[in-house]
């Protein structure tokens, strides 16, 4: 299940950890670049006051405006992802510190940029758009058109953006506690053998066969992060009035319309997305009901959502041979696809194994856009930990393409789009893998539950995670006070909302919403379910129609932020401006219980 004990930074291989060196060759050079970067801020001061000169300046100052972000991107890559190996290490702990100290200084600096361009003559901004001089710059200038009535004066420009650095204090503090300072004990294996728990080998443990095993992790974590409930309660308010704040000083009626307004996403995506769970619960109690009768459980459980319900397949993966299933499965893709994940793999662009103090989870960082993206991992030699693997893949993938087809300006996509190659990516793994075990039953179960969980775990649980956060952000908008107790008693009410037909929802539950780091970045969860549900019909498409999608997926990889999301989406026939996307993959969610409880009676 892993190691009992915890290894340390310098005892993982290096093949097995990322190669920044590919961004700062030493921490000197970061230095270095640390000082253009505080200059540039220093000079751009200077633009203050002479965008009405012309196009000539407008353009000089859009230039140095996006050089210097582009600078200040790359520098708070390599101090974050070099304090992510080891949060504990005070050298990188350091540099992040002084790079979002810079970060916030710098966009201090250029706080007079909007307004000033505002203030210029909308037809002036219009005509600039349209000049081949400023390609580079369209998105910026007409996203910035439609910002008008949310951009506030120079000198409050000036005043929020100094805000930045204090206001990302909340996250740092619960990231600290949660990665660094604490501990969560020892529970004992399936050997009997002591060993330490972790955010990290949860999951394992929690999937385990061994119900006493899985109900020690489970009660362990949730017990202990309960233990800091009156912490995280107080970092969790602070957090959302953070929110609040932001939304108000910009005049948007809440935060989650705040949240929304950048990725052009109207509300009702979100409330359509509620309504359609609750329409579909009983899908949810049915796949609940069959996991119980399956498992042989006179009552399901919380800690028993997530173990396998196959109880004698077993499909152990390590990371190499993991790696070659996802090439295997993505060479539908494409050759020079199949060549930039090779890359990755031999370049060291993953960060690959646990380590005291790594960042626990997993991500992807494209943000170094002149050199390659990177991925953090806490492999655990599991199905799902490839596929967690597959998952960032496509997220690097997304960030590769997009940083070589656009300009910096728009090379970034939206947060709504970010989840869609991620998720095309594990599904088409998914799907390899059911063909690769064609003739066997046992297999074909495990997948199938595999792709149920998926659903339930990025559909059902992550809208219910939108719940909370739309929940507790409009009990703040009221005045009502986000306690422990408040927000343990509301969390608890929607598992018995989403489980209650079903399982036996144990109180311990009420404390899981303290370790979702995604909490501290409000409005963001939503988005996995609305992409799983878009990526199920690409990867559909893909394999149902060849050649034809895959081109048309390979375009809209490439696209970055140089159109509206949904617009994006198009590309490939999906309209997430209406709910269909959503009920077509919860009525495919309703066809693969009926084809799981089809395999249980075979």
Not at 51 to 67: H, I, P, T
Not at 406 to 428: C, G, H, M, R, W
Not at 518 to 537: D, R
Request: net charge negative.
């Amino acid at each position: 299940m892993g190691q009992t004990k915890m290894r340390t930074r310098a005892e993982t291989e290096e093949r097995f950890k990322w190669n920044l060196k590919d961004i700062y060759e030493t921490n000197d050079a970061w230095e270095r670049d640390f000082e253009k970067a505080k200059a540039q801020g220093e000079a751009f001061a200077g633009f203050a006051g002479r965008l009405g000169e012309g196009k000539a300046v407008v353009l000089e100052v859009l230039n140095a405006y996006f050089d210097a972000a582009k600078r200040m991107t790359r520098l708070f890559c390599y101090a974050s992802m070099s304090r992510n190996g080891d949060n504990g290490d005070p050298v990188y702990q350091a540099l992040q510190d002084r790079a979002m100290t810079l970060w916030t200084k710098n966009a201090t600096a250029s706080a007079f940029l909007s307004p000033e361009l505002l203030a210029l003559p909308e037809e002036t901004l219009v005509s600039y758009a349209a000049d081949p001089a400023f390609a580079d710059y369209d998105v910026f200038l007409k996203d910035l058109l439609r910002q008008k009535a949310h951009t506030l004066s120079s000198e409050m420009e000036q005043l929020v953006a100094a805000t930045q650095d204090m206001a990302q204090g909340v996250e740092n503090t619960v990231e600290m506690l949660t990665d660094v300072d604490m501990r969560f004990g020892t529970i004992r294996d399936e050997q009997g053998e002591e060993v330490e728990l972790t955010d990290a080998n949860y999951r394992a443990y929690i999937e385990s066969r061994d119900r006493a095993v899985r109900k020690a992790a489970f009660e362990r974590m949730m017990n202990t992060y309960g233990g800091f409930g009156n912490t995280f309660a107080a970092a969790y308010a602070g957090n959302v009035k953070k929110d609040l704040f932001f939304a108000t000083v910009r005049h948007f009626p809440s935060a989650r319309a705040a949240a929304l307004f950048p990725d052009e996403v109207p509300e009702s995506v979100y409330d359509s997305l509620i309504d359609a769970m609750h329409a579909h619960l009983p899908g949810l109690a049915r796949y609940v009901a069959l996991r119980g009768e399956v498992l042989d459980l006179k009552e399901v459980h919380m800690y028993d959502l997530y173990t396998p319900m196959v109880k004698d397949f077993e499909l152990e993966v390590p990371y190499d041979k993991g790696f070659e299933i996802i090439k295997k499965a993505l060479a539908v893709l494409g050759d020079d696809y199949v060549q930039v994940l090779c890359r990755a793999k031999d370049e060291r662009w993953i960060d690959v194994y646990e380590n005291r103090g790594k960042t626990s989870g997993a991500y992807s960082n494209g943000g170094a856009y002149d050199v390659h993206p990177y991925i953090l991992t806490n492999y655990v030699d599991t199905l799902d930990s490839m596929l967690t693997l597959a998952h960032e893949l496509g997220h690097t993938m997304h960030s590769y393409y997009s940083n070589r087809e656009q300009p910096f300006a728009k090379s970034d996509y939206a947060i709504f789009v970010a989840e869609v190659a991620s998720t095309v990516n594990e599904v088409l793994t998914i799907e390899y893998l059911r063909e690769t075990y064609r003739d066997d039953q046992k297999a074909q179960t495990a997948l199938c539950n595999h792709l149920l969980e998926n659903f339930r775990t990025t559909v059902f649980r992550q809208t219910m995670f939108a719940e909370f956060e739309h929940k507790a952000h409009r009990m703040a908008e009221t005045g009502e006070a986000l306690t422990r107790e408040s927000l343990c008693a509301m969390y608890k009410s929607l598992n018995d909302l989403y489980y209650g037909q079903q399982a036996f929802v144990d109180a311990e539950i009420a404390n899981e919403w303290m370790r979702i780091p995604h909490f501290y970045n409000a409005f963001y969860v939503y988005k996995y379910a609305t992409s799983f549900c878009a990526a199920v019909a690409i990867a559909r498409r893909i394999r149902e129609e060849g050649e034809s999608a895959v081109k048309a997926y390979r375009h809209f990889l490439t696209t970055g932020g140089s159109m509206p999301p949904i617009e994006e989406l198009k590309l490939v026939g999906i309209d997430m401006s209406t709910p269909a996307p959503v009920e077509s993959a919860l009525c495919y969610f309703e066809e693969l219980i009926d084809r799981l409880s089809a395999l249980q009676k075979a």
